[in-house]
């Protein structure tokens, strides 16, 4: 009797264990990194939105917005106040990733000082020239910039070092010109980027997949290439990669979330399980492709061992580019 007493005491005391550590959300947000109305206020509403309509959280998420520094002072602030609250979300984006390898985001944090939990959708880069431009090949773009890189401005809506710049340089350097060589203009935006190129400023524009649609329809500009690493599906099966064309050009834009790098196992384990979930639900990915995403799901620590190489080979384009020592 008293083995059976012990037995039903240690199971109980089992589950009450059990049930201490179980975490579930009870203030979830998502905080975006820059004003209202950017790429990352749109990151935070596929969240909330996404999980809502895909019935996975029970708690409405609430969106804040925390702007500087392209994440900068987003990733400061949780590291240095809220590194383990498992409430908060944060966005990110490849431009955010590019700065930690640049060393933007403060010299004592890097890409570990974050849980990297769950992704949104990705976008891609494109090569676009005017729709009366000569070429209808990147062969055929890239044979006319080597016999005189000086006659080809490119432009984008960055300045050096930001990721439009990082697209153009990756092109340069998959054609064999010099990266430091080439004629790069940076405008506040890519509307003003693509003003440049319909107005003759520039020849080539490398922008994203996302925006090339319209661009595309109305008969303004040609694509040459998409910089993804294999050939899109659906509405984009019909553009060819840089890379199938013979030149290593890729450039994956993607948008996601992260936690504090002190938040526990437990928490992280119950986000990153809340997003495979979402993944498996027409209605999120119905979301991510409302606001012009490709679907990429990926999360947990398959996903953070995929930002850490990331970063790491922003980095080595970083430093072949000469931004950082």
């Known amino acids: 009797m008293k083995a059976r007493i012990a037995t039903l005491l240690l199971a109980s005391g089992l589950t009450l264990a ?6 579930e959300p009870n203030k979830p947000s998502c905080i975006a990194p820059a004003k209202p109305g950017g790429g990352f206020d749109l990151t935070c509403r596929i969240l909330s939105t996404g999980f809502a309509k895909a019935g996975i959280t029970k708690i409405p998420m609430a969106v804040t917005f925390m702007p500087g520094g392209v994440g900068a002072v987003a990733y400061n602030y949780i590291n240095a106040t809220d590194p383990d609250d498992p409430n908060k979300l944060v966005a990110f984006s490849s431009g955010s990733l590019l700065n930690i390898a640049q060393g933007k985001f403060g010299r004592n944090l890097d890409e570990n000082d974050a849980r990297w939990v769950g992704t949104a959708g990705v976008d891609y880069g494109a090569i676009m020239v005017r729709a009366d431009a000569p070429w209808n090949t990147l062969g055929e773009l890239v044979d006319a ?3 005189d890189p000086s006659k080809f401005v490119l432009g984008a ?4 070092g930001s990721q439009d ?5 990756i092109l340069m350097k998959s054609s064999g010109v010099d990266p430091k060589k080439m004629r790069y203009v940076a405008y506040e935006g890519g509307g003003e980027a693509l003003a440049a190129l319909l107005g003759g400023h520039i020849k080539v524009y490398p922008g994203d997949v996302g925006e090339m649609k319209g661009l595309v329809e109305s008969g303004k ?6 910089m993804s690493p294999e050939r899109l599906k659906g ?3 019909n553009y060819p990669t840089a890379i199938e064309q013979g030149y290593d050009a890729e450039w994956t834009i993607i948008r996601g979330y992260y936690l504090g790098p002190k938040v526990s196992d437990e928490a992280y384990n119950y986000w990153s ?7 498996n639900d027409p209605a999120f990915e119905k979301t991510v492709v409302d606001q012009n995403l490709v679907p990429f799901n990926m999360s947990g620590k398959t996903l953070d061992s995929y930002i850490k190489e990331r970063v790491g080979y922003m980095r080595g384009l ?3 580019a000469g931004l950082i020592n």
């Open 273 to 279: 399980d809340q997003f495979q979930k979402a993944y």
């Open 235 to 237: 509405e984009f099966s």
């Open 157 to 160: 809506g960055g300045g050096v």
């Open 18 to 23: 059990s049930a201490a550590h179980a975490f």
């Open 165 to 169: 710049w990082m697209k153009a340089a």
């Open 221 to 226: 500009v040609k694509v040459l290439a998409i």
């Open 145 to 147: 910039i080597k016999k």
């Open 318 to 320: 970083a430093k072949e």
